[in-house]
């Protein structure tokens, strides 16, 4: 089936050592004063005190903010909005994980666009050009350094908000494994899964390609491979570099092909409980794929070629299990939980996070059809406690 379509990604600058193109990238996109955005943690390990340093060497001038949390959220954007006009800059530097630079974006919306990000939740809502945006990832997982997302909580509603415009897409995307070096086990587990449950609903998606397909395959492999090793050793910079690829894969794959229902289940949850989005989906991943293999059990099939399970000799039907297998033997490895530990939720409760993931953008190129029935009782499953379905 011919089909038009589009790919969209930033200038990528990859490899050890890429950290130090910082101030030159700044230069080429026009900076003169750049806005640093960050956080505590990555403050601690220096490495925004190396990039700036790579500013200072260029001649720019910077303003450090690093108030960000996980789970970034709408009156964290009005902060640093208020102290990027005031203090007079005219480009943006993240330098963080998927946090960092989901405010890096909404930043750079309001900044020139004006309003609320409540304004821009959806689809293609940025009428006016942004920023330059310059972007640093310190963890292998978000890949929102290439994408055109960002995702920011909603406090007042309590709803993760999906903001998706080209717009979006940093214009120099700079990746150095080395920087992944100082991230603790757990971090790097859980960053690591984010970015398998990235390429596998990328590659399953509706919205799939040629393009973003071979990304997503490739993002699989490296992680099924290289995800272990990561965790074991922080020194290990062959499987931080091969993270660092896959990360980017599964990103530009997702950016273009966007997700399904596994996303769109984790954004109310991080939303309501405020829980680390990569251990979130990598919770619900299996449970969402049971769901969804019955629509998509041959590219299963290949998931689970790309895992490394030897398949010669299965039914299709019997290789798309070893995926969902593999999957839920790789969690295991790395001492991830199979439920998620808050308790018991009220019907109702999982009733309004049914129907709050129903509306989530990611929803709609998810390959099988959903209800809010069904994200009910996906809800409840992986739950520690949850209430009895039918």
Known sequence: MHMISKFVTPEIIFGVGALSQVGESALRLGATKLFVISDPGVMANRWVEKAIDRLKEAGLSYEVWFEVTSNPKDYEVIEGVKRYLDAGCDAILAVGGGSPIDVAKAVAILATNGGVIQDYEGVNKITRPLPPLLVVPTTAGSGSEVTQFAIIVDTRRRV???IISKSLVPDIAIIDPVVLQTKDARLT???GLDALCHAIESFVSLAATPLTDVN???????VARYLRPSVASRSNLEAKSAMAMAALQAGLAFSNAILGATHAMA??????????????NAILLPYVMEFNMIACVEKFARIAEAMGENIAGLSTWEAAERAI???R????????????????????????????ALKDACIITNPRDVTEKDLYKLFAQALKRGIQVD
Do not use: F, W, Y
């Open 160 to 162: 993760k908000m999906t």
């Open 189 to 191: 587990a859980a960053t």
């Open 216 to 222: 997503a395959l490739n993002a699989i492999c490296l």
């Open 267 to 280: 954004h109310q949850l991080d939303a309501q409980l405020d829980l680390h989005h990569g251990e979130t």
């Open 325 to 327: 297998q593999a999957v």
């Open 329 to 356: 033997r790789l969690a295991r490895d790395l001492d991830m939980p199979d439920k998620i530990g808050v308790g018991n939720l009220s019907e109702e409760q999982l009733k309004s996070l049914a129907r709050n």
